[in-house]
């Protein structure tokens, strides 16, 4: 089945960067693009940016896109989410998303299961 | 960025209730409106795409509405298994976002 799968927790301290990484399985890894999303306590979701896995290009958020960088591995079916000069304001739970459409319409399906971060001195 | 905002924030109901879930667009962005259910320790997890259509495998009880600027879920007769946290997201602007979340509580 269509799977993704994350790395492990980490604990980082500030100033310190951090790299997530996202294992696809199941189906055509270069057919679909892979959305980052951070979830931090109390907030809402928030969008940091995708990759199109065929074509290596990228597009980040504007908030973050001084610290965000997001890579691909076709052969390792794996895509990587690294962080920058990382705060508290950085703790959070990270998920990496499959973007999904039909005709006009777009969405996520399937999530990781999400990756916390802590960044703690 | 196109801001969301859900209402209420949290509800309390019981099993067998007709809950509704209202989301609402800072600008209209037609029906390119996602509904997803988050239970706790879990990622998200896609119920409704395009405003209306049901994404595979999801109860029937679920379903979404409307256009332009205000959108709802609706749950037809609530089970147990759907205490959770319901997210709205517009994929209008492809700077997606989402609203900050309705928790269902029993």
């Known amino acids: 089945q269509v799977q993704l799968v994350q790395s492990g927790a980490e604990v980082k301290k500030p100033g310190a960067s951090v790299k997530v990484s996202c294992e696809a399985s199941?189906?055509?890894?270069?057919?679909?693009?892979i959305h980052w999303v951070r979830q931090a306590p109390g907030h809402r979701l928030e969008w940091l940016g995708w990759?199109?896995?065929?074509?290596?290009?990228?597009r980040y958020s504007q908030k973050l896109q001084a610290r965000v960088t997001i890579t691909g591995d076709t052969s390792a079916r794996t895509a990587y989410m690294e962080l920058s000069s990382l705060t508290s304001e950085d703790t959070a739970i990270y998920y990496c998303?499959?973007?999904?459409?039909?005709?006009?319409?777009?969405?996520?399906?399937?999530w990781g299961q999400g990756t916390l971060v802590t960044v703690s001195s | 960025d196109i801001q969301m905002t859900q209402s209420p924030s949290s509800l309390s109901a019981s099993v067998g209730d007709r809950v509704t879930i209202t989301c609402r667009a800072s600008?209209?962005?037609?029906?390119?409106l996602n509904w997803y259910q988050q239970k706790p320790g879990k990622a998200p997890n896609l119920l409704i795409y395009?405003?209306?259509s049901l994404q595979y495998g999801v109860p029937s009880r679920f379903s979404g509405s409307g256009s332009g600027t205000e959108f709802t879920l609706t749950i037809s007769s609530l089970q147990p298994d759907d205490f959770a946290t319901y997210f709205c997201?517009?994929?209008?602007?492809?700077?997606?976002?989402f609203g900050q979340g309705t928790k269902v509580e029993i």
């Open positions: 998303a499959r973007d999904q459409w039909e005709g006009l319409h777009n969405w996520f399906d399937p």
């Open positions: 199941g189906y055509s890894f270069t057919t679909y693009a």
């Open positions: 990759i199109n896995t065929g074509s290596g290009s990228t």
């Open positions: 600008q209209s962005i037609s029906s390119h």
């Open positions: 395009g405003a209306s």
């Open positions: 997201q517009q994929s209008y602007v492809t700077t997606w976002t």
